[in-house]
Every structure is written in C-alpha cells, then in structure tokens.
C-alpha cells in the first residue's frame, strides 16, 4: 500500500522559512515524478514544483528563487524548502508522486494529506 505524509508545515511570519518533507511508503514501486501543489482558501489546487527521478526540476513563476525542491531517492522523500514567505503563500500544501509498480505499465498518482503553511504576522 503506498502512503504520502507530509510533514513541516506552521505558522510563520513575513520573510520567514520553513522545510516541508514528503515520506512515500510501501513497497514494490518506482517513483517517477514528484512534486509540491498547494490550495489556498476559495482557490484551485496549483502546482508550485516538480522534480523528476534524475533531478530535473520546474517551478512556478510565482515561487522562482524563493522555493526550492529537492528529494532523496534513497528515502523516496521530496523536500520543499520555502524561503522568503509572503502572505498568500499560505495554503495548504499537498504533495504529490506518480508511481509505477513493477512489472506493470501504468503509472499512477498518489497525494499526501496535506500540511497546512500559514504567513502572518
């Protein structure tokens, strides 16, 4: 059974920083893609970062040099260390794999429970 748990999420002020991390368990699987989307109230989810298993990574306009993503294969864990806050980062923060089990052809995509990330002074 494969699980996500997101951790690292809180209330921060203006200009602060936090690190969330991403936790993938269960067995018998690769992981292909990974990334951070996150859902502000009355508003749709949207991605903020992606990371490829080779490293590759793609961020949205609006977290570029603020936001960084990267993961441990190792540990099947993706990281988004997030400098810099501003109010309206605040949301909710899901993260999110597409997953291949082997011997099988599909791949499927799984998402975490979410940690909320507050910015307020």
């Known amino acids: 059974q494969v699980q996500l748990v997101e951790s690292g999420g809180g209330l921060v002020q203006p200009g602060g920083s936090l690190r969330l991390s991403c936790v993938t368990s269960?067995?018998?699987?690769?992981?292909?893609?990974m990334g951070w989307y996150r859902q502000a109230p009355g508003k749709q989810r949207e991605a903020v970062a992606i990371?490829?298993?080779?490293?590759?990574?793609n961020l949205a306009d609006s977290v570029k040099g603020r936001f960084t993503i990267s993961r441990d294969n190792a540990k099947n864990t993706v990281y988004l260390q997030i400098d810099s806050l501003k109010v309206e980062d605040t949301a909710v923060y899901y993260c999110?794999?597409?997953?291949?089990?082997?011997?099988?052809?599909?791949?499927?995509?799984?998402w975490g429970q979410g940690t909320q990330v507050t910015v307020s002074s």
């Open positions: 999110n794999a597409d997953i291949t089990f082997w011997g099988t052809l599909g791949t499927y995509s799984y």
């Open positions: 269960g067995s018998g699987f690769s992981i292909d893609v």
């Open positions: 990371i490829t298993s080779d490293g590759y990574t």
